[in-house]
């Protein structure tokens, strides 16, 4: 989706027996957000997606395993002089993008693998929605003539972003060059990745180009029935482009025989149920001999074959007509949200208000009205775009809630891992969300991982406080603000979790002596202590605190 030129369901009775032949592909349909983490979670069987013939899975898998294996074992080879000055700049500010784009021009201008793989590999730790930069290091192995590298490349970049159909189409034409045609299992390769494609992008708006390159591969395969599946497919789907796809599917039927573009089933069905209208029509039955074959048998007189011919490819496309006037009745209602789409695409610039009140308000729309793999695209949609607005993950997140737990899970750590590893409030969510789980150490790593990224926020490390406490682990909420006193930056930031500290070892743990003296401590180390509160500890010692305190003042 990561063009500017890019992207229900109820269908008629009737339609049914024309749908047939995609039956199989609609249930793999069934549970979308089940599919759509499958696609982006590739990264854990990258050789197992759709468009990987079985008897490849186990060649690749070994040949990764021997490239990764030489990576580590082979010594750093020598960089290009400049590189060392590029790399210090993002290595020291992983979040300037700027200067990832200056070492990824410098890497493929000097045309340097190692360099190039070193600096792309990193750059997409940080930045994985750069759809273009997956292009560029597909094409930078290609020149090499590292093709198997190459289509790993890719592969990683539809793992990433499987939404992304540019990258899918620039990957199914990297297979078109690249595969061996004299293949017998070539087209099924090719057939596959458009199947893996469509299903994970194929409800984009802005997903035309892709159906509109599967149509015309079928079409060029002579797979005349497969052209009417496909076709099947995408007047259902709300796009940009759906007049289009309706106007060319008509073609289709009027430029070929019915029984080339039908399946067997589909033809006898059809057949008999215009055999079957005529005759009530009529009123009467027809005279002997009369009668029209009710299976695949060819009609001997000509003029009625070419009346067959004619009532069939009308009734194929009045069965679709009702198709199209539903799907067009959904486009309507996301046309104005898919225009007020400004910016599509990854980008680290921030965007304007009003896309962002239009993101909030499609989502809006899309819950209430669409279904559920509707919403979950448009979430796929929106977090690519707005990847840096933690507003949106947490919504996502919520939503996802009601559907799937691993779904939740697989938000989350998106958000926290790659896009918003300093952001506290989707942290916090997370860990919550996972304490209410029962993984309270995976809550706790959670919070301590980001603490140890971002350090000085008092609010993480009084969550950590609260879930050791809520747990029964008070030793180590003690220890946790003892170990905050310590290591305070400041003395007002010492004082004020020494207070905290007093609070804890007198209201929890009823340890009146301790909080005493982590109390006069405190005011030994800031005799100014104006910010540590007269009555906020109900214990004897706080009026002698108070009244150093005001002396101080």
């Not at 005759?279 to 007189?301: A, C, F, R, V, W």
């Not at 860990?431 to 609010?459: D, H, P, Y």
């Not at 004020?496 to 007093?502: D, R």
């Amino acid at each position: 989706m990561q063009s500017e030129d890019h992207k229900e369901d109820e269908s008629h009775a009737e339609n049914e027996n024309m749908g047939k032949a995609t039956e199989a592909t609609s249930e793999q349909l069934a549970d979308f957000s089940t599919e759509i983490m499958s696609v982006t979670e590739m990264e854990q069987s990258p050789d197992n997606s759709p468009g990987t013939p079985p008897q490849e899975e186990k060649l690749q898998d070994s040949e990764i395993a021997d490239a990764e294996a030489t990576k580590t074992a082979d010594p750093e080879p020598s960089f290009p002089p400049e590189f060392e000055k590029f790399w210090k700049v993002v290595e020291t500010n992983p979040q300037d993008f700027t200067g990832w784009v200056y070492l990824l021009q410098y890497v493929e201008q000097e045309n340097h693998l190692p360099a190039a793989r070193k600096a792309f590999d990193s750059f997409f730790t940080h930045y994985p929605y750069c759809y273009g930069y997956w292009k560029k290091y597909a094409d930078l192995e290609k020149r090499h003539s590292n093709m198997k590298q190459s289509d790993e490349v890719y592969r990683r970049g539809l793992q990433a972003i499987p939404l992304s159909v540019d990258l899918w189409i620039h990957y199914i034409n990297f297979l078109k060059e690249t595969l061996d045609t004299s293949d017998p299992e070539t087209a099924g390769t090719i057939r596959g990745t458009y199947e893996h494609a469509v299903l994970a992008a194929g409800t984009d708006f802005r997903s035309d180009k892709l159906w509109e390159m599967y149509v015309n591969w079928e079409n060029e395969q002579g797979n005349l029935k497969a052209v009417t599946a496909v076709f099947e497919r995408i007047l259902g789907i709300p796009t940009q482009l759906y007049s289009h796809h309706f106007q060319r599917f008509k073609e289709h039927v009027q430029n070929n025989l019915p029984r080339d573009i039908l399946t067997t089933e589909q033809f006898v069905q059809l057949r008999r149920e215009l055999a079957s209208s005529a005759n009530s029509h009529s009123g009467e039955d027809p005279p002997p001999g009369d009668d029209l074959p009710s299976g695949t048998e060819d009609i001997t007189d000509p003029a009625k074959l070419i009346t067959e011919i004619e009532n069939m490819r009308h009734r194929i496309i009045e069965i679709h007509q009702e198709m199209f006037n539903h799907n067009e009745h959904e486009v309507s209602k996301r046309w104005t949200f898919e225009e007020g789409i400004k910016r599509p695409y990854f980008h680290v610039k921030p965007l304007e208000k009003t896309q962002l009140k239009n993101w909030k308000e499609y989502l809006d729309f899309e819950i209430e009205n669409g279904t559920h793999e509707r919403v979950v695209v448009l979430f796929e949609r929106c977090v690519i775009s707005c990847a840096l607005y933690e507003e949106f993950w947490i919504k996502y997140a919520k939503y996802m809630e009601n559907h799937s737990i691993e779904g939740v899970r697989h938000v989350y750590s998106r958000a926290c891992t790659i896009h918003l590893s300093k952001k506290p409030m989707v942290h916090l969510l997370w860990a919550a969300f996972e304490e209410q789980q029962g993984n309270i150490n995976e809550a706790r790593r959670i919070l301590k991982t980001f603490e140890e990224n971002v350090s000085g926020l008092a609010m993480i490390r009084l969550r950590r406080v609260s879930l050791e406490r809520r747990h029964g682990n008070l030793e180590e909420a003690e220890h946790l603000l003892q170990e905050a006193v310590k290591n305070a930056k400041s003395n007002y930031e010492a004082s004020f979790f020494a207070v905290k500290l007093a609070r804890h070892l007198f209201k929890i743990q009823k340890s009146l002596p301790k909080a005493r003296k982590v109390l006069m401590e405190a005011i030994d180390r800031d005799r100014v202590c104006m910010h540590l509160p007269s009555g906020l500890l109900d214990i004897p010692s706080w009026p002698l605190l108070r009244g150093s305190c005001g002396r101080q003042r």
